[in-house]
């Protein structure tokens, strides 16, 4: 039974450009709930899809945006990076049965870098 | 906005000493959750507490919900270098799908 899986694992982007994540949930989940996490700190919502929609929204600005395909997986697109991105970015997957407290499991992560 | 906050921020313990960790929220919570995450690695979740007063063990961890339900603490009971990591306890945000995470607590065993 596969876990989550992120790719890629890290990544080192410029000022200014642009980057895609990639996530495939857990088998059976359909919920896919997407966190940055800065060194140090805890993990900070960005948002959560679920039906290829997004469902909920956490404070970050119209540059973070996601997708969600028909089999689940999810995208998240980040533009304009600002040195400030540089993070560990988590997917998180679950199974929708009342919202945030379904138990998550999260991937091992994507560790952007920018310069 | 709504908050919640860990102490310590970090522990350094010898190895079998005991060790707490302590989460309060700034709103009531329909339920907490506990996570561990190793250096280097992600979290993982250990528990969901759900219940006003609630305690729940795991071999030598004891976790417990306050009776107003803005608070829990997790223990450990005579440390090992396994338990090396950071604590995080993260309960439900406004809205009702977000989940938001304390900042940690990180736990160091001396061997």
């Known amino acids: 039974d596969a876990g989550v899986t992120q790719s890629p694992t890290h990544l080192i982007k410029t000022r200014g450009q642009q980057v895609t994540l990639r996530c495939s949930p857990k088998?059976?989940?359909?919920?896919v709930s997407w966190y940055q996490q800065a060194l140090g700190q805890g993990p900070q919502f960005i948002f959560q899809?679920?039906?290829?929609?997004?469902?909920q929204r956490g404070n970050f600005p119209d540059r973070f945006s996601g997708h969600q395909f028909p089999n689940y997986s999810s995208e998240l697109n980040v533009n304009a990076l600002l040195l400030g991105d540089s993070a560990l970015y988590l997917c998180?997957?679950?199974?929708?049965?009342?919202?945030?407290?379904?138990?998550?499991?999260f991937g091992p992560g994507t560790r952007l870098t920018v310069l | 906005g709504q908050q919640v906050m860990q102490i310590p921020q970090y522990q350094h313990v010898q190895e079998g000493e005991d060790f707490t960790t302590y989460c309060n929220s700034s709103t009531t919570l329909s339920n907490i959750q506990w996570y561990k995450q190793r250096p280097g690695g992600h979290p993982v979740f250990l528990i969901q507490?759900?219940?006003?007063?609630e305690v729940k063990k795991q071999k030598r961890l004891t976790f417990q919900f306050g009776e107003a339900k803005k608070n829990s603490s997790l223990h450990i009971t005579a440390t090992q270098t396994t338990d090396v990591g950071t604590y995080f306890c993260a309960g439900p945000g406004t809205g009702g799908f977000k989940t938001i995470f304390g900042a940690g607590t990180r736990l160091f065993v001396k061997a």
């Open positions: 998180a997957s679950s199974l929708m049965a009342g919202g945030s407290t379904d138990t998550q499991y």
């Open positions: 507490l759900v219940k006003s007063g």
């Open positions: 899809y679920y039906e290829e929609e997004e469902r």
């Open positions: 088998s059976g989940h359909d919920t």
